[in-house]
């Protein structure tokens, strides 16, 4: 809803959104940049039409660029404009001024009244501390004349005065902008606006952007780190009175030229026109593209038409922005791509707060864009149509993925009734590239012995559940997990929202079938429930299974499937819990898995953020490797059923072997080794073989630090390394009839060296 007034220079309309009322003035005819703190007549003016009105929470001036004052700025000219009124209602008080001008007293009308009207109706729209200031002056003379004057007449007439200076400068005391300027007042000049710059500071955006930024930099801010993703500038600041960082990022959009904002805005017109329909969003990359080709053709005919020369670079620059805010996800994209962006999480009501990220070096930090309500329904409105799912009263979760140019994420989205105040959101980023073991050794996450007993017990086919609080990154390591299978084997994922890295895997030669079933919390879409997903996969080949997380009513199936075969290859999924015992009682008891069927489970794999004893820091770490043994009957904690393969020790920072597996007292991976000729009853070859694994994961690790490579960690070149290891193992096995470690280790190392020195060269 808006109200609409004027048709000339500064027309203005009301806004009205739920609870907001934003004044937005139209200053594209102006001559002057629109600014509170710098221009008296934009002060003014500003103030009529709050008085005209009423009041509002915030204040747009639109000209090219937006420039917004939020919610306590705008209160407190709101509370300016009553107290014009307040005062101007006073109707006795200006009937004693006009009789006083008109009684034949020169010095009441010449000086006193006519200076007083003209503070009140001039000076304190266009200038409300100078007329503040102008009272107190006038206020102290006028005492200091009273104290001189004999004249009962005029000392009825001074107090009268100084009465009603004392009544308008009650009223302005009682107002925050006054509280705000007192600390600047001391020697001010009328028309000094320096203290205005004080308490006002708008937002600046383009105003083809529904999002806002604050993009001046905090003053008293301390700079931490500063980086550029693209042409995205980015910062750190640590901010007084709060232990959350900021980070603030300067995108290209704000610091392009008068004549580029220009053209982006009469494209983005034009492009606007067009709405995509539901059917386009089944391609998205394609849809993009499109949009991208048109957009550059737009932009190139518009320049020709405004005698504007641009290059290549530029026009691109501003295709990308364009489609950005068209098609795409505004400065939600900028943050995504960030790789040291690990979550994003929007807060309702929307407008009010700024967007908080979780910085892979920094922790939680705040951000300097505020989005708003256009925006964010926007959002849901794209994501509805790229998901295909609902998001309504019925359906106030929605759980999908997001792909855009050089990232993916996660997405949830939920909304009313579950969200009173609109919509919220929360972003996962994935990494681009799939996490690795030896990835998770640089990051201190898991020890290289930790990385050689998962390689072992992953290529002995066993069935292993990653468990976790949130964000401990238990994603993550299943997709480090699957990147250890031989690429020989058919790997089968089911996930409810596409995390897995299936594309960068599949593009690196996996033989790798995605299944996207229904979300447990969507109804009534045509999507094939998780649990019949799962009992599918049994009819379609021997592969290993990937879950994404065992969440629901799909837990009976995943260990149906676990039972009756899939065991020829591994089988893997992730779950919410903070213990073994913990994975238990939520299969068993939360999921009504039976507790025989649990004993499918082989191992656990915990992970779990450590802090720091300030509280201000955290990490990931798998905490325990647990194996679940098969002898206990009804409760695996108090028959010795869990048996912990490796712990955490906080001293040492990483995790330790216990002594059960140390001296061989682990049945899963003695089932391993009965499997293999070499190994049954030979508990050494068995830990040999791990401390082999363990040691070139490590000397991988160790060859990126010495040489600076940190692209062998990567999981290109893991494959390939896991790939070379067991082809010298089977070819020193079928040499010598036996897995010589020692042997096995330096071959490899040769084949290492050659590969970084190949690399190297190029």
């Known amino acids: ?100 001008s008109d009684s034949g007293c020169t010095k009441c009308a010449n000086y006193r009244y006519s200076r007083i009207k003209d503070i009140i109706f001039n000076l304190l729209m266009s200038d409300p501390v100078g007329a503040y200031v102008e009272l107190k002056r006038t206020l102290r003379r006028e005492k200091i004349n009273i104290e001189k004057t004999s004249n009962e007449e005029c000392i009825h007439c001074e107090k009268k ?4 200076l004392n009544y308008i400068i009650s009223v302005l005391d009682k107002t925050k902008l006054i509280t705000l300027a007192k600390p600047y007042i001391a020697g001010f000049k009328i028309g000094d606006r320096s203290v205005y710059r004080q308490i006002f500071s708008p ?112 026009v691109e620059e501003l295709t990308n922005i364009l489609v950005r805010y068209t098609v795409g996800f505004g400065l939600i994209e900028v943050l995504l791509q960030d790789d040291k962006v690990q979550d994003i999480t929007i807060n309702s009501p929307m407008g009010q707060t700024p967007i908080f990220i979780v910085h892979q070096e920094f922790g939680e930090c705040s951000t300097n864009i505020i989005p708003t309500r256009t925006e964010s329904e926007s959002w849901a409105s794209k994501l509805r149509m790229l998901s295909g799912r609902p998001l309504d009263e019925a359906n106030p979760i929605l759980d999908t993925e997001l792909t855009i140019p050089n990232a993916r994420a996660r997405v949830a989205v939920i909304s009313a009734p579950l969200n009173p105040s609109g919509l919220a959101y929360a972003f996962r980023r994935h990494r681009d590239k799939p996490w690795t073991l030896p990835l998770f050794i640089k990051n201190r996450m898991i020890s290289p012995l930790a990385a050689g007993l998962l390689s072992f017990v992953i290529d002995g086919s066993r069935t292993i559940l990653v468990a976790g609080t949130r964000s401990a990154g238990k994603s993550s390591l299943l997709g480090a997990v699957m990147v250890e299978i031989m690429r020989k084997y058919r790997i089968i994922t089911i996930e409810d929202t596409l995390e897995l890295p299936v594309g960068s895997l599949r ?12 979300a447990a919390m969507t109804k009534g879409t ?98 325990e490797i647990t194996e679940v043994r098969k002898h206990w ?65 490590k000397m991988l690790f160790d060859y990126s630090n010495k040489l600076k490579m940190p692209n062998i960690l990567e999981a290109d070149f893991v494959i390939n390394s896991n790939d070379e290891f067991h082809r010298i193992s089977d070819k020193i096995h079928e040499e010598i009839g036996s897995l010589d470690s020692k042997r096995i280790l330096n071959e490899w190392e040769e084949w290492l060296k050659k590969e970084l020195k190949s690399k190297k060269a190029k």
């Open 633 to 697: 009957e009804n409760d695996p904690m108090i028959e010795g059923g869990f048996s912990d393969l490796m712990k955490y020790d906080p001293k040492n920072d990483q995790l330790e072997p216990s002594k059960d597996v140390i001296n061989g007292d682990s049945d899963i991976l003695k089932a391993i080794a009965g499997n293999v000729k070499e190994w049954a009853s030979d508990w050494d070859a068995v830990w040999s073989n791990i401390m082999l694994r363990a040691n070139t994961k």
């Open 507 to 518: 593009k690196l030669g996996y033989n790798i079938q995605s299944m996207k079933v229904a």
């Open 161 to 164: 005065f100084i009465s009603i």
């Open 526 to 623: 045509t999507e094939v429930s998780a649990d019949e997903g799962i009992r599918t996969t049994l009819r379609m080949g021997d592969s290993c299974l990937i879950v994404g997380e065992v969440r629901s009513t799909e837990a009976l199936a995943l260990y149906e499937a676990m039972r009756v075969g899939a065991l020829a290859n591994v089988v893997a999924g992730t779950i919410h819990g903070d213990s073994p015992y913990g994975v238990y009682d939520r299969v068993v008891n939360d999921l009504k898995v039976p507790k025989t069927s649990f004993k499918a489970t082989d191992l656990i794999v915990v992970a779990n953020p450590i802090k720091s004893p300030d509280g201000l820091h955290k990490w990931r770490r798998v905490t």
């Open 203 to 314: 937002t600046i955006k383009p105003d083809f952007m529904f999002t806002k930024l604050m993009a001046s930099y905090p003053s008293e801010g301390d700079e931490l780190a500063s980086y550029m993703i693209g042409e995205n500038e980015v910062t750190i600041f640590d901010v007084p009175d709060t232990v959350q960082y900021l980070y603030h990022i300067l995108p290209p959009e704000f610091k392009i030229s008068e004549e580029k904002y220009d053209l982006l805005d009469k494209a983005r017109k034009i492009i606007s026109e067009y709405q995509p329909k539901q059917s386009e969003f089944v391609n998205p990359e394609r849809m993009r593209q499109v949009f991208y080709n048109i957009g550059h053709d737009l932009i190139e005919d518009l320049a020709e038409h405004s005698n504007l020369t641009l290059k290549s670079k530029d």
């Open 1 to 100: 809803m808006a109200l609409f007034k004027g048709k000339k220079i500064c027309s203005y309309e009301v806004i009205r959104e739920g609870d907001e009322a934003i004044l937005k003035v139209n200053c594209e005819k102006c001559t002057f940049l629109p600014s509170l703190e710098d221009n008296p007549q934009c002060m003014s003016k500003t103030i009529a039409k709050l008085i005209e009105s009423g009041n509002v929470t915030k204040i747009v001036f639109s000209q090219k660029r937006d420039y917004e004052y939020d919610y306590d700025q705008a209160q407190i000219l709101v509370e300016i404009s009553k107290a014009y009124k307040k005062i101007a209602r006073q109707k006795k008080l200006f009937e004693y001024m006009n009789f006083a």
